[in-house]
């Protein structure tokens, strides 16, 4: 989608406040009738700038406690180097973001678990298992300011 017009910018302001809500919930909202709501909508996902439809949890809610954000640095910079970690990261369920930054080190990752304890495990037992890890700093969520996930679109 080249350009999002006001309209589309409306249904996608009221869908990343709640997804849940159905076509004729966003129309009443933006002010439009239910079809070309509906025909904006579909043209708005297949354009791709939807990525998905999520649930958010309450992390500490549901059990986790401890978000850390690591700065990881790697001893070499080779391709097949660089993609084996990134790979190993995908697949790490506490690694909930990775970001290839740059700076003083290669990677930002956020890591949410439950503990402590838990997070220890992760760093000796997971992270420090990936070959080529060069340095890792840790820093950890005392409290939350803001968190969100919508984007500005005005």
Partial sequence: MDTLDSTDRKILDVLQTDARLNTKEIAHRIGLSVTPTYERLKKIEKSGIIKRYVTLLHGEKAGKTLVAFCNVSLQLHSQPLIKKF????????????????????????????????????????????????????????????KHTTAFRLA
Avoid at 112 to 127: A, E, I, P
């Fill in 86 to 145: 990134e790979t190993a990261m995908g697949k790490m369920e506490e690694v909930m973001e990775c970001y290839h930054v740059a700076g003083t080190y290669d990677y930002l990752l956020k890591v949410v678990v439950n503990d402590m304890r838990s997070y220890q495990y992760f760093l000796t037992n997971k992270l420090a298992a990936i070959e080529n890890i060069g340095q890792v700093h840790s820093s950890f969520v005392m409290t939350e300011i």
